[in-house]
């Protein structure tokens, strides 16, 4: 696939994935890659961060993706096009899908050559954003619960159990 980062269409977004090929519906666009570890070495990386945010796609508690520093994981540029702002004809256009415990952005409509890439990243997510205080949209943020939570800025698509346990 002939993909490449440039800036997001989406404002405040950053850099986003675009693709210089037609991509079909049902067509895998990239794998989601990085450094290999558990749930529980994600959440002690994470300690570490001081709110810069992470890359983390959970698989299993025993098998998670960080694309933290991996710069070269050209998916983790893929953004979600229904996150806190929201563009009048900009939709997601892919989803993430794993197969044989590998994940993947797969496209779930034609993406035509140029178009930026859009991926859903889960309600989890967007939900730990918020309570994490890291929503633009909110002109005044609130003050967040306990700073010694180990979800404190552990954002990036995280397993549905442990955003519902905040």
């Known amino acids: 696939m002939n993909l490449l980062i440039k800036k997001s269409k989406i404002p405040g977004a950053g850099k986003g994935l675009f693709t210089n090929d037609i991509i079909t519906r049902g067509e895998k666009v990239i794998e989601y890659t990085g450094d290999n570890i ?10 570490h961060l001081d709110g810069i945010g992470a890359y983390y796609f959970y698989i299993t508690a025993r098998k998670c993706v960080d694309a933290q520093h991996r710069p070269d994981s050209l998916a983790r540029y893929a953004n979600d096009a229904a996150g806190f702002v929201r563009i009048t004809g900009i939709r997601n256009n892919s989803r993430f899908e794993i197969i044989k415990g590998k994940p993947f952005i797969m496209a779930s409509r034609n993406i035509k050559a140029g178009e930026e890439i859009y991926v859903a990243y889960g309600k989890e997510y967007w939900d730990a954003m918020r309570e994490n205080g890291f929503d633009p949209t909110q002109k005044k943020k609130k003050a967040k619960k306990q700073n010694t939570n180990d979800m404190q800025q552990e954002h990036h698509l995280i397993p549905k159990r442990e955003a519902a346990r905040h």
């Open 38 to 47: 558990s749930w529980a070495e994600c959440k002690r990386r994470n300690q």
